[in-house]
């Protein structure tokens, strides 16, 4: 089984619509992050959460939720998804410490019409 | 000011020869984290290796290693003997300390590299 598990994997929805993406993990991390991915550019940080109680704004939260249900479980939503909002989305994890890397789910394709 | 650049949007490379892929970073921060992470084209984010700023020697992994240049702040990454399965996007990234803490990762924009028969 995979550490990180996001669902859905794939997802086609219309504007305006409200969406759920959601994250779990087994790898006992503090740390969630909600990243955006668009062609050309690298991962852009949407929120980040740091324990249960500690949820943080990315760079471009605008448009974004997140709820931080458990330490193994971290969601993010669209409360009214537009189509530029269509993109890669990627959960990931890790532990406190700088030399530790990011473990990150397959990521969700988003497509909004 | 970008934190991460990486200035090769694409590269090309004849399979089993060497490749690098640069990366030049800022900071300001003595405590940070350099790692580099393949995606290939099913999308997943695979973490290839990692440089500490103190680290006094070069990281290797395999066929990979970072050619960490501190004082030019660049962490290059070297594949070697490369291999048709490398063809993928490559990501910098860098993490930093934070009031005592570490931060999330910052990512470069990525350098699609494309392994030649």
């Known amino acids: 089984d995979a550490d990180v598990t996001q669902t859905p994997r794939n997802r086609i929805t219309k504007t305006g619509k409200r969406i759920m993406l959601e994250c779990s993990q087994t790898?006992?991390?503090?740390?969630m992050y909600w990243y955006r991915q668009d062609p050309g550019l690298g991962l852009r940080l949407i929120y980040y959460?740091?324990?249960?109680?500690?949820?943080n704004k990315g760079e471009i939260s605008d448009g974004y939720s997140v709820s931080r249900q458990a330490q193994a479980k971290f969601s993010l939503s669209l409360e009214s998804a537009i189509p530029n909002q269509t993109a890669l989305y990627f959960c990931?994890?890790?532990?406190?410490?700088?030399?530790?890397?990011?473990?990150f789910g397959d990521g969700t394709r988003l497509s909004i019409l | 000011a970008q934190k991460i650049t990486q200035t090769q949007p694409g590269m090309f490379v004849q399979e089993k020869e060497a490749v690098t892929l640069d990366c030049t970073y800022d900071?300001?921060?003595?405590?940070?984290?350099l790692f580099w992470y393949k995606q290939p084209s099913s999308g997943e984010m695979i973490f290839l290796i990692y440089?500490?700023?103190?680290?006094?020697q070069n990281a290797t992994e395999g066929r990979y290693s970072l050619n960490f240049q501190k004082a030019r702040k660049s962490a290059n990454l070297v594949i070697s003997a490369s291999q048709l399965g490398d063809s993928a996007m490559y990501f910098c990234?860098?993490?930093?300390?934070?009031?005592?803490?570490?931060?999330?990762?910052?990512f470069g924009s990525g350098t699609q590299l494309t392994v030649l028969p």
């Open positions: 959460s740091f324990d249960v109680k500690d949820i």
């Open positions: 790898k006992g991390h503090d740390r």
């Open positions: 440089q500490g700023s103190y680290d006094q």
């Open positions: 990931a994890t890790s532990a406190g410490t700088v030399n530790q890397p990011q473990h």
């Open positions: 900071t300001s921060d003595p405590s940070y984290g």
């Open positions: 990234a860098m993490r930093e300390r934070f009031r005592g803490s570490a931060r999330q990762l910052t």
